[in-house]
């Protein structure tokens, strides 16, 4: 199997996850954010923006170093799952605990209280059936992510939905996260029971030490990742209200959606790349160079489409009581481009075992995030934290690309500037013909995606290799 057939057939699955994600995140964002209001609205999207700091810790990076040791040679899955698995439990209940303290210290009361810890409930279960997700792709069967997320995702949608229909108040909306998560953990242990061989331990000093130390780097990147990424919604909770909080995560849940298609496309490709960088380095850097080509292709035209139509896309997703978010999802967007760039560059970087440097960049993000969200949030509230996330992105993405530089897949000047060039113009056209035709909201959309492929094929963007690529993932998905 070619090294773009694997990539191809690994994407296909996760890309079809997360279409039916997104289908059921917009449907259910679409009921609840007009059900319960900013305020309300705002509690849960607090909460989420917690337990994305300290979901972090029920992991530190077992499952990511599993992957990366289990993808080189697949006769260790038994005994590297195994042990993580054992090792992840207690560092859930643990987190779980640390969590509930921390919600009770901070002074959560009535129904803030309760939406916390039917979360945190969310929280323990999520990091179990990732750790599955985890063992799908060490083993490149994807597939099986497919099912378990979509049974989630279509799950915690129905079950809000019931509760809407029933009246019931935001803390029963806040646990139909933890009951479809609760499904989708005992259809995953099914399939490990079926479908993958038991599992073993070893406790011993010396596999343990192997097995936290080398996890270690992937668990504090995690961490720091998660505190500039969510610290905004946090510290919006303490210093402007639930309302602000609300108003800025309506935007980010959008970002979000993008954040968990790149996610999805880098869980893909991390098993190849770490495979390759034992087997074929120059295969490794080709596959690099490729994906870094892609991530540009899709992300700057979403993020010039939302600003573009930023109003629209509040008004339909959101409703008029959070148009004042128009000016947050205009300048949020663009962070989606650095975000898919810096997080292509720290895939390849984790997968030659560079994972140091990846942790050093985002402690940087991290504490940059933290200092210039304080501050500019005092100012300019949900507003400014807009600001600091596009500002965080970019830190991350020059840091990273330097560090990128230091090691034997650097990045090329002159190989690398001529995509950047075909895909800015393509973008250009696009941008022009809609500005020339002042097109309304789905109409502009439709029109804009034929001008930008089209506009791509033309500028060359989209090359003969590309071209087999994507007909090889139309047929991956045909087949399924």
């Keep these: 199997m070619t090294i773009a057939t694997r990539?191809?057939?690994?994407?296909?699955?996760?890309?079809?996850?997360?279409?039916?994600?997104?289908?059921?995140?917009f449907l259910l964002?679409?009921?609840?954010?007009?059900?319960?209001?900013?305020?309300?609205f705002g509690l849960i999207s607090s909460a989420l923006s917690v337990i994305g700091i300290f979901g972090v810790f029920c992991d530190l990076g077992l499952g990511y170093y599993a992957i990366q040791k289990v993808s080189r040679?697949?006769?260790?899955?038994?005994?590297?799952?195994?042990?993580?698995?054992?090792?992840?439990?207690?560092?859930?209940?643990?987190?779980?605990?640390?969590?509930v303290i921390f919600s009770y210290v901070s002074g959560f009361t009535g129904n803030a209280w309760g939406v916390m810890i039917v979360v945190g409930v969310y929280m323990f279960f999520s990091s179990l059936t990732n750790f599955y997700y985890?063992?799908?792709?060490?083993?490149?069967?994807?597939?099986?992510?497919?099912?378990?997320?979509?049974?989630?995702?279509?799950g915690v949608f129905l079950i809000a939905l019931l509760f809407i229909y029933l009246k019931y108040d935001v803390v029963w909306i806040a646990s139909s996260y933890p009951l479809a998560i609760i499904l989708s953990f005992i259809l995953g242990s099914f399939i490990k029971v079926r479908h993958?061989?038991?599992?073993?331990?070893d406790f011993s000093r010396k596999f343990l030490k192997e097995l936290i130390v080398n996890s270690i780097p992937f668990g504090i990147t995690g961490v720091f990742t998660s505190i500039y990424f969510w610290i905004a919604a946090i510290i919006l909770t303490f210093m402007s209200g639930s309302v602000?909080?609300?108003?800025?995560?309506?935007?980010?849940?959008?970002?979000?959606?993008l954040s968990a298609l790149f996610v999805l496309l880098s869980n893909a490709v991390f098993p190849v790349m770490s495979q390759l960088f034992v087997q074929d380095k120059d295969k490794l850097n080709a596959l690099y160079q490729k994906m870094l080509k892609y991530m540009l292709i899709l992300s700057v035209p979403i993020a010039i489409g939302s600003y573009i139509y930023s109003y629209d896309i509040i008004n339909i997703v959101?409703?008029?009581?959070?148009?004042?978010?128009?000016?947050?999802?205009?300048?949020?967007?663009f962070a989606a481009i650095f975000l898919f760039l810096s997080g292509t560059t720290s895939t390849l970087l984790n997968a030659i075992n560079k994972q140091f440097l990846v942790t050093k960049v985002a402690a940087i993000g991290a504490v940059f995030s933290i200092i210039v969200n304080y501050i500019l949030i005092s100012k300019y509230s949900y507003i400014g934290a807009s600001i600091t996330s596009v500002l965080t992105e970019l830190l991350v993405l020059i840091l990273i690309l330097y560090s990128l530089d230091k090691t034997e897949f650097r990045l090329d000047i002159k190989s690398t500037i001529k995509p950047i060039i075909q895909v800015l113009l393509a973008n250009i056209v696009m941008v022009i013909v809609l500005?020339?035709?002042?097109?309304?909201?789905?109409?502009?959309?439709?029109?804009?995606?034929?001008?930008?492929?089209?506009?791509?094929?033309?500028?060359?963007?989209?090359?003969?290799?590309?071209?087999k690529i994507i007909i090889g993932l139309i047929e991956q998905v045909k087949n399924r």
Excluded at 245 to 253: A, E, R, T
């Design 134 to 154: 985890s063992l799908y792709q060490s083993n490149e069967e994807m597939y099986y992510q497919t099912i378990v997320n979509t049974v989630y995702n279509v």
């Design 435 to 467: 500005f020339y035709l002042q097109l309304p909201f789905v109409l502009g959309v439709i029109v804009a995606v034929i001008v930008y492929l089209i506009a791509l094929f033309v500028t060359g963007a989209i090359n003969e290799e590309d071209r």
């Design 196 to 201: 993958y061989p038991k599992f073993t331990y």
């Design 318 to 333: 959101f409703g008029s009581e959070y148009l004042e978010a128009t000016v947050c999802l205009s300048i949020l967007m």
């Design 7 to 25: 990539v191809v057939k690994n994407s296909s699955f996760l890309i079809l996850t997360s279409l039916i994600s997104n289908v059921m995140m």
């Design 29 to 40: 964002t679409l009921v609840t954010a007009r059900y319960l209001g900013t305020y309300n």
């Design 244 to 257: 602000a909080v609300g108003l800025f995560s309506s935007s980010q849940k959008i970002i979000l959606v």
């Design 73 to 99: 040679n697949h006769d260790l899955t038994s005994k590297y799952f195994g042990t993580a698995f054992v090792l992840r439990l207690i560092l859930s209940i643990l987190t779980f605990i640390a969590y």
